[in-house]
């Protein structure tokens, strides 16, 4: 057994990303996101018709974000010292759903915020990854973090005892993402959820529940 782990997420978690992407975009590519589309098939239009890209399209667009514009991203508000004082408590790994040949220019971004941790990086559902992690690691409790209520199912039906926080520290989306139901918690800044994860650590495993449906929200 070894100390307490934290796997978190990046984009919406530990740094903003839809709010430069849809930046980029318009002043690039004549593009408009609208974030108040839930997926990006009808999300993202062409300025000039209002007709929606193609699946095709939006993927290079992603790709190209994160190949030249990841110096746009800034931390969300209170993560960065929120990470510098759980890491007393624990360890601390990003899972990161990019592609492999980004992997290491996400560790340089983040540590140009002064977040220096392992970045693990990942395509589809978390919960797998997590497991293999969690396994290699053996924590006393391990506690995981992320904006996308897919992953927090994922962790719940692949990885057992794990703590699950929904968290989207974007301001501008966050009100119009519903709770996860699979989560133990919502938290969206991170005062709160600091002192939240602080205390899961403290209890040690998340007990078994499949799904988690009562946990609680605090804004």
Request: with cysteine; charged share 20%; hydrophobic share 45%.
């Amino acid at each position: 057994m070894t100390r307490p782990l934290i796997i978190t997420d990046c984009d919406e978690v530990l740094l903003h990303m839809v709010v430069p992407f849809r930046q980029w975009l318009d002043e690039a590519h004549d593009v408009h996101f609208d974030m108040r589309e839930r997926g990006f098939g009808e999300a993202l239009r062409h300025k000039d018709s209002g007709q929606p890209l193609e699946r095709a399209a939006v993927w290079e667009l992603l790709l190209g974000f994160f190949e030249t514009e990841m110096h746009r991203q800034m931390p969300i508000a209170g993560a960065v010292e929120a990470l510098h004082r759980l890491s007393d408590i624990a360890d601390i790994v990003v899972l990161t759903n990019i592609t492999e040949r980004h992997q290491q220019a996400r560790a340089r971004q983040l540590a140009s915020h002064g977040l220096h941790l392992p970045v693990q990086w990942n395509q589809g559902g978390k919960g797998r990854p997590l497991a293999a992690i969690v396994a290699e690691r053996r924590p006393s409790v391990a506690l995981f973090i992320d904006d996308l209520a897919e992953h927090h199912h994922s962790v719940a039906t692949h990885a057992a005892g794990i703590w699950r926080l929904h968290l989207v520290g974007e301001p501008e989306i966050a009100a119009q993402v519903p709770p996860a139901p699979y989560a133990h918690a919502r938290i969206d800044n991170w005062t709160a959820a600091e002192q939240w994860i602080t205390q899961r650590l403290a209890e040690g495993p998340a007990p078994d529940d499949l799904p988690a449906t009562h946990g609680a929200t605090i804004a």
